[in-house]
C-alpha cells in the first residue's frame, strides 16, 4: 500500500531554515511527481510547489521562489523541501502529496504524508 | 484570503442533503479540473473528488461533484455523523503566480 511518512516536528528561530523529509513507500518513487502542501493553524491548505523525482525538475508557487528547494533522494525514495529565512508566518503543518499521475503530471493529490509541524518563533 | 470562494460553514441533520459550492475565475474553475478534499480532525486532507465528478474508488457515492462555469459544488446525501470534516475545493490556475489555489474551507457540521 502506498504511504508517505514524513518527518518529525520542528522548531525553529526565525532567519534560520527548515529541512522536511517524505519517505515514499508501495509504489515505484520516481514515477509520480511529489507536492508540497501548507497548512498555517486554523487556515487552509496552500500549495508550494513540486518535484518530479525521476528528473529532479521542479516548479515552485511564486511565493515561495527564492526560499524553497525541493530535492529527492532516489536510492531512498525520499523527497526533501527545505524553507530558508524562516519568519513567524510560516509557522504551519507541512504536507507533502503524491500526484496521481503515472510518469505524467496529473494535477491530483491522492496520498498525502501525516504531516509535520514546524513552528518558527524566537 | 483565499483564490477560491467557499461559504466558512455549512450544516445538516443525518440523512440530509448539503451541498458545498466553490466559486473562481475562469484563469481557475472556468478553464480546469475542481478537486475536493475532505479533511477529519487532526488528520491529513484525503482525495473525495477528481476531475470535477470523479470519486476515488473507496469514497462512497453518497459524494458528488459538479462543475458550471466558473463554479463548483460538493454534494452529500444521506449525511452521517462521520461526515463532519472541512472540506476544501481546488483548482489548477493558468495565472504565472499561482499553480495551485485552493478554497478556504468549509467546517460541516452534523447535527
Known amino acids: 500500500q502506498v504511504q508517505l511518512v514524513q518527518s518529525g516536528a520542528e522548531v525553529k528561530k526565525p532567519g534560520a531554515s527548515v529541512k522536511v523529509s517524505c519517505k515514499a513507500s508501495?509504489?515505484?518513487?520516481?514515477?509520480?511527481?511529489m507536492h508540497w502542501v501548507r497548512q498555517a493553524p486554523g487556515q487552509g491548505l496552500e500549495w508550494m510547489g513540486w518535484i518530479n523525482p525521476n528528473s529532479g525538475g521542479t516548479n515552485y508557487a511564486q511565493k515561495f521562489q527564492g526560499r524553497v528547494t525541493m530535492t529527492r533522494d532516489t536510492s531512498i525514495s525520499t523527497a526533501y523541501m527545505e524553507l530558508s529565512r524562516l519568519r513567524s508566518d510560516d509557522t504551519a503543518v507541512y504536507y507533502c502529496?503524491?500526484?496521481?499521475?503515472?510518469?505524467?503530471?496529473?494535477?491530483?493529490?491522492?496520498?498525502w504524508g501525516q504531516g509535520t509541524l514546524v513552528t518558527v518563533s524566537s | 484570503q483565499s483564490v477560491l470562494t467557499q461559504p466558512p460553514s455549512a450544516s445538516g441533520t443525518p440523512g440530509q442533503r448539503v451541498t458545498i459550492s466553490c466559486s473562481g475565475s475562469s484563469s481557475n474553475i472556468g478553464s480546469n479540473y475542481v478537486y475536493w478534499y475532505q479533511q477529519l480532525p487532526g488528520t491529513a486532507p484525503k482525495l473525495l473528488i477528481y476531475r470535477n465528478n470523479q470519486r476515488p474508488s473507496g469514497v462512497p457515492d453518497r459524494f458528488s461533484g459538479s462543475k458550471s462555469g466558473t463554479s463548483a459544488s460538493l454534494a452529500i446525501s444521506g449525511l452521517r455523523s462521520e461526515d463532519e470534516a472541512d472540506y476544501y475545493c481546488a483548482a489548477w490556475d493558468d495565472s504565472l503566480s499561482v499553480h495551485v489555489v485552493f478554497g478556504g474551507g468549509t467546517k460541516l457540521t452534523v447535527l
Open positions: 508501495g509504489y515505484t518513487f520516481t514515477g509520480y511527481y
Open positions: 502529496a503524491r500526484d496521481s499521475g503515472e510518469y505524467q503530471f496529473a494535477g491530483t493529490f491522492d496520498y
